[in-house]
């Protein structure tokens, strides 16, 4: 079982940054391949970034070289540095780990970037 908790959301400008975080308690953080999501009312939840097991990283081309995942696992941590900022990255952010055929999911932390 792993519980995962998000912290770092807020309101921000456009062209504005932002940096998630989500640490990790109850199992061996550093087999798990971990992803940020978001989800925004009225749409599917999307993959914003991924990271793997033996740091490895993938992005979707609507946040490519603005956003950046990177994990800590002497902390239990996985990092989401977003910048550049748009009115469209809007959404409830999600933290996610996965080994094999396990998946757990934070509570999600709100994302507001408005003027």
């Known amino acids: 079982q792993v519980q995962l908790v998000e912290a770092g959301g807020g309101l921000v400008q456009p062209g504005g940054s932002l940096r998630l975080s989500c640490v990790a308690s109850?199992?061996?953080?550093?087999?798990?391949?971990m992803g940020w999501y978001r989800q925004a009312p009225g749409k599917q939840r999307e993959l914003v970034a991924g990271i793997t097991a033996g740091g490895s990283t993938n992005y979707p081309d609507s946040v490519k070289g603005r956003f950046t995942i990177s994990r800590d696992d002497a902390k239990n941590s996985v990092y989401l540095q977003m910048n550049s900022l748009k009115p469209e990255d809007t959404a409830a952010y999600y933290c996610?780990?996965?080994?094999?055929?396990?998946?757990?999911w934070g509570q999600g932390t709100q994302v507001t970037v408005s003027s």
């Open positions: 109850g199992s061996i953080f550093r087999v798990y391949a």
């Open positions: 996610n780990a996965n080994y094999k055929n396990l998946a757990y």
